[in-house]
């Protein structure tokens, strides 16, 4: 690769993932001399893992399908879904770039999209209007269509480029514009000097201490991208910045992890969206308790409800005739499947009285047989939570229980930017010659206390179009 310590490169973007490869090819096709580092071996950050999901209103093809949709209503959604909640001077600088974010992985990248999209929502909390895309291979597909142009440019010598490098420090001139960043050094002693230095690295989900410190809760799953470390977090702190958003943390439906361990592998993710499949199981917490409808429509409203529970920790419990009767609960699980598993796994538990199957999957086993009682007895009336389908009782032995954990795959806090994306300190400056963008950012500037489909990846990119073609000067 054509890098030089000595040489002053006008951008130097430290990660490339969505953020940082959109960065480097739009900076560096407006005549940006620009270096990118990644500690990775290679480019794509979290593209590599993720589902890829990406929302954009007002795109070419919305309008090809006739779909009639604004960033004024992506937006107005996004307030809705987040009770507004999230940062509506990025939101809004996010969803009124967004569709140009999208012609350009679509049309001139010709990155493919389902052939039904764009549709409504699919796992999240779901948009008044068709807006979600994503691609065959999910994020990967994504990753392959950002990394031909940004390859290219690197073939070329137009992006000079850094794999397996780490930056540790960045450099500040004191003297110079009120500690002005002037480059970046790597964990090998290295130092690159530039004019802008631009802060790509992703979320922290990877460092379980800093997970804990910033989120409230522990890093339960190990489902996120490797060195996705918080990195940019520390070095935009000691800079000057400042992080924002720890209050705004919010977990998942939950998963089956692997282990006790903490973190652990996710080993399976039940179905629990009724649209996809009605629950006909009973939903409890560790005290033995139901507390939310399991048909509750709104995933949010689910959502939030696990998040007030010990642990975040939910049992989805049934009985024999369930697992025989009902559709499956996991996808590509059969009922045997799951009877091989119970009880020779930590999170799948079975017995033959529901006291027993309590004691073994760590669930108080008193409250379990008064809400398993109760429930039965209840049905040919209302249910005390307002669940509608409830098809069979929990009656026939043997009984299970799985355990199942809120979780969460992306970061939530993230390093403060004004709207021009300039890193800033906690009396509102800026920090001069440092910007930030991605998930970087945090979940929660975009979707505060929620998850709103596709508004990490899209804001991602659209951001580093937005530096790279006329926030950034050199
Ligand atoms: C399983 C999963 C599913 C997801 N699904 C969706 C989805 O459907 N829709 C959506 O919008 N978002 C989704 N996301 C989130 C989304 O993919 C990411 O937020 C987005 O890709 C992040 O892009 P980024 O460029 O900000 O960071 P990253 O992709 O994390 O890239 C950061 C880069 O910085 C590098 N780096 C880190 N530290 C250093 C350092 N010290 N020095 C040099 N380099 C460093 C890393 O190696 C990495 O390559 C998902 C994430 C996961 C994990």
Redesign the pocket.
């Known amino acids: 690769m054509h890098t030089s310590p000595d040489a002053r490169w006008d951008v130097i973007v430290?990660?490339?993932?969505?953020?940082?490869?959109s960065t480097a090819i739009f900076a560096a096709r407006s005549g940006a001399r620009v270096l990118v580092?990644?500690?990775?071996p290679e480019?794509?950050?979290?593209?590599h893992?993720?589902?890829?999901?990406?929302?954009a209103a007002g795109t070419r093809l919305q309008r090809a399908k006739g779909i009639g949709d604004t960033p004024e209503e992506h937006l107005a959604d996004i307030v809705r879904i987040s009770k507004d909640t999230a940062d509506r001077e990025l939101v809004w600088l996010a969803v009124s770039n967004a569709a140009t974010t999208i012609d350009w992985l679509l049309d001139d990248l010709g990155m493919p999209v389902l052939p039904e999209h764009p549709v409504r929502g699919q796992n999240h909390e779901h948009y008044s209007q068709d807006r979600y895309y994503?691609g065959p291979d999910?994020?990967r597909s994504i990753l392959a269509a950002v990394r031909r142009p940004f390859r290219e440019l690197i073939d070329n010598g137009v992006i000079s480029a850094r794999f397996g490098?780490?930056?540790?420090r960045l450099v500040q001139d004191p003297a110079a514009g009120g500690g002005r960043v002037t480059g970046v050094a790597t964990a090998a002693g290295e130092e690159f000097l530039g004019t802008n230095v631009v802060l790509?690295?992703?979320?922290y989900?990877a460092d379980p201490a800093l997970f804990q410190e910033f989120n409230g809760v522990p890093a339960y799953a190990d489902?996120?991208?490797r060195?996705?470390?918080g990195?940019?977090h520390k070095?935009g702190v000691a800079a000057g910045g400042y992080t924002r958003n720890h209050d705004k943390y919010l977990c998942s439906f939950g998963s089956v992890l692997d282990s006790q361990q903490i973190p652990a592998p996710v080993l399976c993710r039940p179905v629990h969206w009724p649209e996809m499949r009605m629950p006909w199981e009973l939903y409890v917490n560790v005290e033995g308790r139901r507390f939310v409808a399991e048909d509750e429509p709104s995933v949010d409203v689910r959502e939030h409800a696990l998040l007030a529970q010990t642990d975040l920790r939910r049992y989805i419990v049934f009985d024999e005739r369930i697992l025989r009767e009902a559709p499956p609960m996991i996808p590509g699980w059969s009922a045997g499947d799951i009877r091989s598993r119970a009880g020779d796994h930590p999170m799948f538990h079975v017995a033959d009285d529901l006291a027993t199957l309590a004691k073994a999957a760590g669930i108080d086993a008193g409250n379990l047989v008064a809400t398993v009682e109760e429930y039965n007895a209840n049905l040919d009336g209302d249910d005390p939570l307002g669940r509608v389908f409830r098809p069979l009782p929990v009656a026939e032995g043997p009984f299970y229980a799985i355990r199942v954990q809120g979780m969460s795959?992306?970061s939530t806090a993230g390093l403060a930017v004004d709207g021009d994306l300039r890193v800033i300190r906690p009396d509102g400056t800026a920090v001069p010659g440092l910007y930030a963008?991605?998930?970087?950012l945090g979940?929660a500037a975009f979707m505060g206390n929620a998850f709103c489909?596709?508004?990490?990846?899209?804001p991602?990119m659209t951001f580093g179009r937005l530096l790279g073609t006329g926030i950034l000067t050199w």
């Open positions: 430290v990660g490339a993932g969505a953020g940082g490869m580092i990644d500690a990775a480019e794509g950050g979290a593209l893992l993720a589902t890829g999901q990406l929302s994503w999910l994020g490098t780490e930056v540790v790509a690295t992703g979320g989900n489902a996120s991208y060195f996705a470390k990195a940019g070095l795959i992306t963008l991605g998930e970087l979940s489909g596709g508004m990490l990846a899209t991602a």
